[in-house]
């Protein structure tokens, strides 16, 4: 569990304010949901043969002995938040949500165990448009700030019914290979085959490579949608590959599931990753929905986001007031209260703490503000400031107090530009 400390809360700050401008212009809204759900929502969504439900969740009984578990995951708590809000009732919505997940994972570069997601759940649609404008959406937000080295892999994991007869073969074929399986393996071999091929073990790849693919065992009505899907994508010129091995970790998928990856953050790969869950909302008690979704790892987002060049606009301070001598305080006080009622988005700092002129100057410098702006009792009583650049060579200047807005509008639309 990290502290997010103010030099990267600044890029955070931005990526998260372009990801949901760029989710609301899709129509999306927010939802913002608690991070404690009965454990059982979790255990009934995410499914219990599972990494996180297994081995993952950090889970606690309350003062009333109700158990309860930190959300691993969003996808359960959001649909959960529609049902009992009354959401989905001859409805569709379209949602984002934001905010810390919990796992109980081996930490690594790329792998916390409190970690950030943002999340868009679209409830009520069948697809495949709105499984190809989320994509598509994702694919605007890479493009939007210059995100490079993703591939977007898509798979299909039918519907039940058609993964029943694929569950089979699959359980057919480890069983062909048991004794080379690892102790998660051969525990999920007869509950949850499918799990196998989602292992992180890399002694299980050659296994699984070699195991049948369930785009072989696709009812027809799921291989239309997948076929729906990819004629989308095509269209808007999103690039993807097919990969007939992506199941994804988590048992409430159906048809669409797809991961965004990349191989510039090591081992710690995919950076958004999502799927249609048809079933969900009927397992959890509600009327049978089509629902499909993706949820992105900020931390990786905002990792790739500099490994890619990327960096967050600067929101260092404009102006840093300095005010020397007896009386100025009080109308440098003045005086930066002024200008941030009449400079749009000007950001000013105002010295705090008296000390010399020369101790001030050493904080303006510090702050990385543009300017430092300078009253003293000679500039008080003549009613100007004097203007330093403190990023360039410029010389210092001084303007009559009642100039001074102005003359800054000037000189900041300049910087800027
Ligand atoms: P992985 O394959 O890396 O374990 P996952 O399939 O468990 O990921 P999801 O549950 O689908 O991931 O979560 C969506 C996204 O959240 C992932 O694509 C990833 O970017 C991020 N993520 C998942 N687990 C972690 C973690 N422990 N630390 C940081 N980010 C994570
Ligand atoms: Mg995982």
Redesign the pocket.
């Known amino acids: 569990m990290n502290d997010l400390l103010p030099e990267d809360s600044v890029r955070w700050q931005y990526l998260e304010s372009v990801v949901r401008e760029i989710v609301q212009s899709y129509g999306y809204s927010e939802i913002r949901v608690p991070l404690l759900e009965y454990t059982e929502l979790f255990q009934r969504s995410i499914g219990e043969v599972t ?2 439900v297994e081995k993952e969740m950090y889970t606690f009984q309350d003062r009333n002995g109700e158990s309860l578990t930190l959300r ?2 969003a996808t359960a708590s959001v649909v959960r938040a529609g049902m009992t809000n009354g959401l989905l009732h001859n409805q569709r919505q379209k949602l984002w949500t934001a905010g810390p ?1 919990f ?1 109980y ?1 081996k ?1 690594q570069k ?4 409190q ?3 943002f999340d868009v759940e679209a409830l009520g649609y069948e697809g495949p448009d709105v499984d190809a404008e989320l994509i598509i959406m994702s694919a605007r937000l890479w493009k939007r700030l210059g995100i490079s080295r993703l591939e977007l892999q898509i798979n299909s994991l039918g519907t039940p019914e058609s993964r029943q007869r694929y569950r089979d073969e699959l359980i057919e074929y480890f069983n062909g290979v048991k004794s080379q399986l690892d102790e998660d393996s051969i525990r999920r071999l007869e509950q949850n085959p499918l799990r196998i091929l ?1 292992s ?1 073990n890399p002694e299980m790849r050659a296994i699984v490579e070699a195991a049948p693919v369930m785009l072989d065992y696709l009812d027809e009505a799921s291989a239309e949608h997948f076929r729906g899907l990819r004629a989308l994508l095509d269209a808007a010129d999103v690039t993807f590959t097919v990969n007939p091995r992506l199941v ?3 048992d409430y998928y159906s048809r669409t599931v797809f ?2 990856v990349t191989d510039a953050l090591g081992s ?7 799927g249609r869950y048809d079933g969900l909302v009927e397992k959890l008690g509600g009327r049978p929905t089509p629902a499909v979704g ?8 905002v990792a790739l986001f500099q490994a890619c060049g990327g960096d967050a606009p600067s929101q260092n301070a404009d102006v840093y007031v300095a005010a020397v001598g007896q009386g100025t305080q009080e109308r440098a006080f003045a005086l930066a209260e002024e200008l941030r009622d009449t400079v749009a988005d000007i950001r000013v700092e105002m010295n705090l703490g008296g000390g010399s002129f020369k101790s001030q100057m050493k904080r303006a410098d510090k702050s990385n503000a543009t300017y430092a702006l300078i009253l003293g009792e000679q500039e008080l009583a003549e009613g100007r400031i004097g203007i330093k650049p403190l990023r360039s060579d410029e010389k210092q200047e001084s303007v009559a107090l009642v100039d001074l807005g102005a003359a800054l509008k000037d000189r900041l639309n300049q910087t800027t530009e």
């Not at 790329?110 to 165990?113: D, F, I, K």
């Not at 710690?268 to 999502?274: E, I, K, L, M, P």
Request: proline share 5%; with cysteine; charged share 30%.
């Open positions: 990494d996180i691993p995951e997940m796992r994972e930490p790329g792998r916390y165990r970690f950030h997601q989602d992180k994804r970790g988590l991961e965004w710690q790969g995919a950076v958004c990753s999502g993706w949820a992105m790892g900020i931390e990786r987002f």
